[in-house]
């Protein structure tokens, strides 16, 4: 059974740096793709970065390229999600998810496309 847990959410203040970690456990790590999604309360959840299964690509929302960045660690089956200079705007849940297509050239952009879920973990940024 595939396991999605997120972690390192909190309560920063603007111009702040926060990490967020997933774990996917359950099958094997290095053969599907990845994403964050975000949602706030009463919106759909929203893209913000994807990378592929072999960590040779990676896709950003327009609103978080060049200050957020995804990566992978196939060592310790977790995928990174680094999110420098937060704006207020960035507050919401940070989901993580996974793909069970293996393989797959492109990572999607459209949370339908992706069957493994973490609960979320909470992002709020202060000004």
């Known amino acids: 059974q595939v396991q999605v847990v997120e972690s390192g959410g909190g309560l920063v203040q603007a111009g702040d740096s926060l990490r967020l970690s997933c774990i996917i456990s359950?099958?094997?790590?290095?053969?599907?793709?990845t994403a964050w999604f975000r949602q706030t309360p009463g919106n759909e959840r929203e893209f913000v970065a994807a990378i592929k299964w072999n960590g040779a690509a990676t896709v950003y929302a327009h609103s978080v390229e060049g200050r957020f960045a995804i990566s992978k660690e196939g060592a310790k089956n977790t995928v990174f999600l680094q999110m420098n200079s937060l704006k207020p705007e960035d507050t919401a849940v940070y989901y993580c998810?996974?793909?069970?297509?293996?393989?797959?050239?492109?990572?999607?952009?459209?949370?339908?496309?992706?069957?493994?879920w973490g609960q979320g973990t909470q992002v709020t940024v202060s000004s």
């Open positions: 998810a996974t793909e069970s297509t293996r393989h797959r050239n492109n990572p999607p952009r459209a949370w339908r496309d992706y069957d493994y």
């Open positions: 359950g099958r094997t790590f290095s053969s599907y793709n």
